[in-house]
Nanobody, 121 residues
Framework: QVQLVESGGGLVQAGGSLRLSCAASGSIFSINRMGWYRQAPGKLRELVAR???????VYADSVKGRFTISRDNAKNTVYLTMNSLKPEDTAVYYC???????????????WGQGTQVTVSS
C-alpha cells in the first residue's frame, strides 16, 4: 500500500557531504513523522534524525550540527543532508515514516529498503 524509496547513498571521503532522499508513495492519506535511522555492522539500528509534519526535529547527539533533516510535504519526501562526514557514520541508512493510509484510521510505520553510506578515512 505504501512504498518508501531511498536514494543518495554512496562512498565519500571523511569531511565530505551526501544528501539522502526518501519518497513515499501509495495510498497515503497523511504522513506524520518521517525519519532516518542507521545500522552499522554488528550494531543495533539507531535513530539519526526525525521530523514531524509541522517541522519539529530531533537529532541524535552524534550528528547534531552536521546533519540536517527536512521534508517536502507536497512531495511526501524527506531529506537528510549530511556534512562533515566521519568514518563512524558508515552504515545502512533507512527511511521511516508514520503513515495514515487512505480509508484507515490508524498510523502505521513503514520502512525503506536502506541505502549504504560509506565514509572512508
Amino acid at each position: 500500500q505504501v512504498q518508501l524509496v531511498e536514494s543518495g547513498g554512496g562512498l565519500v571521503q571523511a569531511g565530505g557531504s551526501l544528501r539522502l532522499s526518501c519518497a513515499a508513495s501509495g495510498s497515503i492519506f497523511s504522513i506524520n513523522r518521517m525519519g532516518w535511522y542507521r545500522q552499522a555492522p554488528g550494531k543495533l539500528r539507531e535513530l539519526v534524525a526525525r521530523i514531524t509534519s509541522g517541522g519539529g526535529t530531533v537529532y541524535a547527539d552524534s550528528v547534531k550540527g552536521r546533519f540536517t533533516i527536512s521534508r517536502d510535504n507536497a512531495k511526501n519526501t524527506v531529506y537528510l543532508t549530511m556534512n562533515s562526514l566521519k568514518p563512524e557514520d558508515t552504515a545502512v541508512y533507512y527511511c521511516n515514516a508514520g503513515v495514515v493510509v487512505t480509508g484507515n484510521l490508524y498510523e502505521y510505520s513503514y520502512w525503506g529498503q536502506g541505502t549504504q553510506v560509506t565514509v572512508s578515512s
